[in-house]
């Protein structure tokens, strides 16, 4: 589970990814946990993914085009 929270502000192409790896290769094909579109107060962002073998996880935030994201409290779960 990836969970971030965020707050935007014209924010015309902006993601949170996260990518899930198994030594050196990418386990999961669907690796976005969110949109940000345009502009939002602070919300909650969170998506599941069987972990399907993977040992390491890669959150990463993606803006083209400008805007403004901020971001707080980011984790990356991992359930036994």
Request: a negative charge.
């Amino acid at each position: 589970t990836a969970r971030v929270w965020v707050k935007t502000k014209g924010a015309r192409n902006a993601w949170v990814k996260c990518f899930l790896y198994r030594g050196d290769e990418v386990v999961h094909e669907d690796v976005d946990v969110a949109r940000l579109p345009g502009d939002s107060d602070w919300q909650r962002l969170e998506r599941t993914w069987q972990l399907a073998g993977a040992d390491r996880a890669v959150l990463q935030i993606v803006m083209v085009l400008g805007g403004e994201v901020w971001i707080d409290t980011c984790e990356v779960l991992a359930g036994k």
